[in-house]
């Protein structure tokens, strides 16, 4: 009799109707013979609804209070659901952040897990209840309520999974898994049964938003086999994410893109040691996220720097760069704009020569410029024009998925 | 430097507009050098939003996951009105029940408060903050969530200013004070300057519901001066509720009436030790609250006893006695239905004895015939029909205040 977590999101626990499609999701597990570990976030737009009313008192809340506020969401869905199913006859207990309790970091809007302490879920289990527990939430050392940030119910899940050494940890969604592209831009969209850890961090920070980042890292570093299914969907088999790499299936799994974005190239930087951190340093301390970073091989005086930044941060960076011109000692600043990243993701690339090639052939045929291009080892990345990019993502899905 | 306790009920807090009221309360206390500790309600009617939503899910729901649900209404609120404060630039902290702690027992939806942990609250009092507690709720001593049950507002800034040793605990409510009686039946209304815990307890627990009963237990016990106070006026002097008497003052301080309520007689009881215990004991066991009890002497075989019950308990309560018939042996129930029960409260009433010929008088000029008198040290009650009520708390008033 193993321990399952099962994690339900805003949209899937946003009425009575839907917490009862959850109920059965739930009661399935239990019926099956499994202590089952309920995750969920607040009702649909509970946060946004809060969100909005603080903006109403200021734009700048303090953040201890702001978490305060934004916690009460998912702690209204655990006492509904829990309501639910022992209307149902099942036992069942919600528990807050606190009350577990989930031990993070003093970072309010945005803590880290420290630890969590099983001991009251275990009892609890023991005792024979389901329980439900509110994500997104914890506590700090001095007894202050925290909140985890984006993503942070998924994070919840994984974390209590990893931490009751759960025999896996669910997470239901709108989709009945991870696709190998955007089903709005791609007809033929695939579902994949299985993908690494890897893989998914990258198609999570490619924009393919089914999980976070945070908790497939941890998924990763504990072990935690996650599910991605379909909480719309009787027997949804979803998407496995796990340590199990697919060499033996689909060399690439999936094809991003992130529109949007632009290109700076920081030209005639001084070769000197430090120069790129100082640089990057004061992006970060600017809080401007750059996403990709190429620098030219510095064999001579000078250096060129090109890395992408979000469009709404280009102005911004601009700025800090023009500002900071004297102290960097570089020569001048250029940028596109109106760019997109298109990706291809996948264990297979590093061993398969042909797969950049096929990718710039499908470009390359579709009449598609390239403005940049980086390689990792389970990932190639083009710059395009961000109105060539659906145009980008279906060419190259066509090439490796339909054939 | 003493220390205030505030507090502001759901509709003192219900928007915006009054959220900056509230906090010009707050902010003049602290501009005259107290430490302020303000105690809040959920806002206007968040908690019977929250309830109705519970209602869709089950009619009965789990008790403890009702407190789950209910404690979130006053965790906004306290989360809203610190962030208004420091928007204000006052240093202010959010503080729900749990985080005090403040400790119950575990009746849930009803708890009863066991004691305040003081060290938080005076460490951030210290520390030059405001503290804003969410009223209504604790944490019983296995970390469960409770909520206070009616009334438990007041009760949470009554204790809290036992606790604290405070100088005061003022009540911020839609009205200036505590008043000779209820304004919607009587033109000519008396605010008092001041009341005995005693007098506040007859009178609230006779309809005037200013104060809820067991914040007035509690300041008593305790010695809290409670002033009653508008959140509307800028500079509401209030009643005082005190150990003080008025015996130099009115001698009666109220009018009030309680509707619809029903006589039940109980006639050829047999007259034996344990009878009379034995009819309540089966009452209480069916949750029906008796208020008035008169028992004829009993100096024959058999004594009858009245009561009177709610309205909305009558035939309960027939059908009750009817079932226990035999077992404790009476000839025959009479009942009679559309009663009002008027009271004058007052500790002059007992040294007086004029006091209720002047009432009876007032009802005799009037033509109300009593159904049944009771009197007590500061209060005389009598029974009279309900649509005659307004008409006898009007007449009794004038007689009084209106001379």
């Not at 839907?18 to 999701?25: E, G, I, M, P, S």
């Not at 099956?32 to 509970?46: D, E, L, W």
């Not at 695939?190 to 924009?207: F, V, W």
């Not at 080892?377 to 109105?387: C, G, Q, T, Y």
Request: with cysteine.
């Amino acid at each position: 009799m193993g321990i399952i977590v099962q994690k339900f999101g805003g949209s899937s626990v946003a009425n009575l109707d839907r917490l009862n499609l959850v109920a059965d999701h739930i009661i399935k597990e239990v019926e099956n013979g499994n202590k089952v570990v309920v995750v969920v976030s607040a009702q649909g737009k509970t946060t946004d609804r809060l969100i909005a009313e603080e903006n109403e008192i200021t734009q700048n809340a303090n953040k201890r209070e702001h978490d305060v506020l934004v916690s009460t969401g998912e702690q209204i869905t655990i006492a509904k659901l829990a309501m639910l199913l022992i209307e149902k006859n099942y036992k069942a207990v919600s528990l807050t952040g606190w009350q577990i309790p989930i031990i993070t970091n003093s970072e309010f809007t945005n803590s880290r897990i420290r630890y969590i302490n099983n001991d009251t879920i275990e009892e609890y289990l023991n005792a024979g209840n389901i329980l439900i527990v509110a994500g997104f939430q914890g506590i700090d050392e001095n007894g202050n309520i925290t909140t985890l940030g984006r993503g942070g119910s998924d994070t919840t899940a994984v974390a209590l999974a990893a931490s009751l050494n759960a025999e896996r940890c669910d997470i239901f969604t709108d989709v009945d898994g991870v696709y190998t592209s955007d089903p709005r831009v791609i007809e033929n969209v695939k579902k994949l049964d299985k993908i690494s850890y890897d893989e998914m961090l990258e198609m999570s920070s490619m924009g393919a938003k089914v999980l976070h980042n945070r908790c497939v890292e941890i998924g990763k570093k504990y072990n935690v086999p996650i599910y991605v299914k379909s909480t719309f969907e009787k027997n949804s088999i979803g998407t496995l994410v796990s340590s199990k790499n697919n060499l033996e299936d689909l060399e690439i799994n999936g094809v991003t893109k992130d529109d949007y974005i632009s290109r700076i190239t920081i030209v005639g930087l001084e070769n000197k040691i430090g120069k790129t951190y100082e640089l990057f340093k004061i992006l970060s301390k600017n809080l401007i996220n750059v996403d990709i970073i190429i620098q030219s091989f510095g064999e001579h005086i000078t250096k060129d720097i090109a890395f992408t930044v979000k469009m709404n941060d280009l102005k911004k960076t601009i700025k800090v760069l023009e500002e900071n011109k004297n102290d960097l000692g570089f020569q001048e600043i250029l940028h596109s704009e109106n760019l997109s990243k298109v990706s291809i993701i996948g264990v297979g690339i590093a061993n398969k020569p042909g797969v950049a090639a096929n990718m710039f052939e499908a470009l390359y045929e579709n009449n598609i410029n390239m403005h940049m291009v980086t390689t990792s080892e389970i990932k190639i990345s083009v710059l395009v024009d961000v109105d060539k990019s659906d145009l980008a993502v279906q060419a190259i899905h066509k090439k490796f998925f339909e054939k």
